[in-house]
Every structure is written in C-alpha cells, then in structure tokens.
C-alpha cells in the first residue's frame, strides 16, 4: 500500500502563491506518473498538472503560465507552485500517483481558496 500525505493548502489572496506538496510513503515500487487534481463545490474532479518520468509535464489550460508542478523522486514527493492565484482555482487539491506495480492512489485532499 501507499499513502499520500499533502501539505501547503490554505488561504490566499487573487495573485497570491501557495505551494503544494505530497510525500508518498509505504510499500513503493517505482512511482511513474506524479499529479495533481481539483475538485470545486458542485464541479467534477479535473486535472492540474501531471508529471511522468521522462516526459514533460502536462498541465490544464487554465493553468498554463501560472502553476508548475515537480518531483523529487529521491523523496519520492511532488509538488506544485501556484503563483498568480485567481478566485476560480478555489477548491480542494487531490495528489495522485501511479506506480509501476501497478497501482494508482489519491491523497486525501488539501483546501485552497483564493480570496480577498
């Protein structure tokens, strides 16, 4: 099994930045994909932004410019950089991880809401 641990959520003001992150730990073998999705009341879950081994990231639209994701696959942890934060990016930020096993978990979530 794996667990996944997120941190860094919060309150922000409209331009403000947070940074997230999620350290997975437990029984991992190789973890492939690394990646973050939002869940807005009333909305479905989307994706942020993924990271593979060996390929560049992949990041919704609407984030494009602003946010930036990342590993540190010796700490087996991803994190992602939210600067110029917008009203609209409010919601809950789920971490996800694949694994070569293979095995896919999510995290259980961290609150982001950008306000004035």
């Known amino acids: 099994q794996v667990q996944l641990v997120e941190s860094g959520g919060g309150l922000a003001q409209p331009g403000g930045s947070l940074r997230l992150s999620c350290a997975a730990s437990g029984t991992i073998f190789i973890i492939n994909t690394m990646g973050w999705y939002r869940q807005a009341p009333g909305k479905q879950r989307e994706l942020v932004a993924t990271?593979?081994?060996?390929?560049?990231?992949v990041y919704a639209d609407s984030v494009k410019g602003r946010f930036t994701i990342s590993r540190d696959n010796t700490k087996n942890t991803v994190y992602l950089q939210m600067n110029s934060l917008k009203p609209e990016d409010t919601a809950v930020y789920y971490c996800?991880?694949?694994?070569?096993?293979?095995?896919?978990?999510w995290g259980q979530g961290t609150q982001v809401t950008v306000s004035s």
């Open positions: 990271i593979t081994r060996g390929a560049s990231p």
């Open positions: 996800h991880v694949v694994t070569l096993a293979p095995g896919a978990y």
